[in-house]
């Protein structure tokens, strides 16, 4: 999803989601909870300072998202395989 469709999907300024990348200015509590809901993610997500363990999962989950089905199985498939090898 571009900048400007996300703008017009939350109806305010690319200019305002810009300054909320920049950390320029906070992002607002009501916004903060229309942008989890968009993305499927934790509203933590969008706070500063956010633990290193949830962002991680964070980036997880958008990954997931982008690949398609057959991807996603590979990448468990892979994941799994992996730690049982890893603990024989």
Not at 21 to 47: H, N, T
Request: proline residues 6%; contains cysteine; negative net charge.
């Amino acid at each position: 999803m571009s900048l400007a469709d996300l703008a017009k999907k939350m109806d305010i300024s690319p200019q305002a989601i810009n300054l909320w990348e920049l950390q320029k200015k906070p992002i607002p509590k009501d916004r903060i909870k229309e942008l989890a809901k968009i993305f499927g993610l934790d509203e933590r997500y969008f706070v500063p300072d956010l633990p290193a363990e949830l962002e991680v999962n964070v980036w997880i989950r958008c990954l997931f998202r982008a690949m398609t089905k057959a991807q996603r199985e590979e990448m468990v498939k892979v994941y799994t395989e992996g730690e049982t090898t890893a603990h024989e």
